[in-house]
């Protein structure tokens, strides 16, 4: 099987020749690695394309983030932003200063938009050199955490509590700008999109106010890219052993989490009915540890998560910038070893 195979056969809940194995969020590592900065990608989308075939050369994952500028259309719905040379853009100035703005905002055409084009020229030339080997994803914003880079952490969580229901039209909106970021990327082939929700971390959010208003807008997208015949993996960070039954009736094509929920609860909780992606700790054991510790560490969330099949090793999150070549080499070798 090749990893485009393997990675797919996990989300239909099957075993595969071996565990896949795909270290999520891995773009800004590979620029950073190969020396192509943020702003560069968006004036010469084949210098990222470039350093992302290298790194794929140097260690290859069974599935590879095509897309990395995973709130790339911020300017567009009327944020300012800074491009930083090596990680993640900075929204400045958010688009929602006053709860009242909500009411001026409106559509978007992002086939016109510069920002989100040049995602879509790295990820098309990635697919057309990839995509029959290697499955494809495009990095997006779950609605929760899309329209949270439009407001503020902080006054989005007052407004939780003041203004419930201007936040369920805030991300009502921030629904529809997704689901025509995905359709972006769907038409040039990408096998799916990894929506990232940080903010709407079990830290954050309690069980009670993810279900009313994060569950039913993640359902929404997870019903677009259906449509659109992609996969769609979501991502959530922090501690959200307390969401899982939510997760298991949104029903994505997989669940992604972090390293602080527990590989064998969620398996448990949801296992049976969702593909599980994770989840090493990305910054102690990947970035900071040995090969030797990164070995038995994933040999540790294989044996949890691996029996059965419906499982995909990943990071707890983002590949810290700097992660040693070595100790991700070390992580896909635990998993070609592996048996179930």
């Given at each position: 099987m090749n990893g485009r195979q393997r990675f797919e056969a996990a989300l239909r809940l099957e075993?595969?020749?071996?565990?896949?194995?795909?270290?999520?969020?891995?773009?800004?590592?590979?620029?950073?690695?190969h020396h192509v900065t943020v702003p560069d990608t968006l004036i010469q989308p084949q210098l990222a394309v470039e350093a992302l075939l290298r790194a794929q050369d140097e260690c290859p994952f069974d599935a590879l983030e095509v897309v990395w500028d995973w709130v790339a259309p911020v300017d567009a719905v009327g944020c300012e932003s800074r491009i930083?040379?090596?990680?993640?853009?900075?929204?400045?100035?958010?688009?929602?200063?006053?709860?009242?703005?909500?009411?001026s905002l409106r559509p978007v055409d992002l086939s016109n938009d510069a920002r989100v084009q040049a995602s879509v020229e790295s990820a098309r030339l990635l697919v057309e050199a990839l995509g029959d080997e290697t499955f494809c994803y495009a990095t997006i914003a779950q609605p929760f955490t899309f329209a949270n880079q439009m407001r503020r952490a902080d006054a989005l969580m007052l407004d939780i509590m003041k203004r419930p229901e201007a936040v369920h039209a805030l991300v009502a909106y921030a629904t529809e700008v997704v689901i025509q970021q995905a359709r972006e990327y769907a038409r040039v082939g990408v096998h799916g999109i990894f929506a990232c929700d940080g903010a709407a971390s079990g830290d954050l959010l309690?069980?009670?106010?993810?279900?009313?208003?994060?569950?039913?807008?993640?359902?929404?997208?997870?019903?677009?890219?259906?449509?659109?015949?992609?996969?769609?993996?979501?991502?959530?960070?922090?501690?959200?052993?307390?969401?899982?039954e939510t997760v298991r009736e949104i029903g994505p094509s997989a669940y992604s989490f972090d390293y602080t929920t527990d590989v064998a609860v969620?398996?448990?909780?949801?296992?049976?009915?969702?593909?599980?992606?994770?989840?090493?700790?990305?910054?102690?054991?990947?970035?900071?540890?040995?090969?030797?510790?990164?070995?038995?560490?994933?040999?540790?969330?294989?044996?949890?998560?691996?029996?059965?099949?419906?499982?995909?090793?990943?990071?707890?999150?983002?590949?810290?910038?700097?992660?040693?070549?070595?100790?991700?080499?070390?992580?896909?070798?635990?998993?070609?070893?592996?048996?179930?």
């Open positions: 075993e595969a020749d071996h565990v896949p194995v795909a270290p999520i969020f891995q773009g800004y590592w590979a620029l950073e690695r930083t040379p090596t990680s993640s853009p900075l929204v400045t100035k958010p688009a929602v200063r006053q709860i009242e703005d909500i009411e309690s069980p009670k106010h993810y279900r009313e208003f994060v569950a039913p807008y993640t359902a929404r997208l997870n019903e677009a890219a259906r449509e659109m015949g992609i996969a769609h993996i979501q991502h959530v960070c922090g501690n959200t052993t307390g969401n899982l969620a398996k448990e909780k949801v296992g049976d009915a969702v593909c599980l992606i994770g989840n090493i700790d990305p910054s102690e054991i990947l970035l900071f540890g040995d090969a030797d510790q990164v070995q038995r560490v994933t040999e540790e969330c294989l044996a949890k998560g691996a029996p059965d099949g419906g499982f995909i090793v990943g990071s707890g999150c983002d590949i810290c910038l700097g992660t040693p070549l070595e100790n991700l080499r070390a992580m896909v070798a635990a998993c070609q070893a592996a048996t179930y």
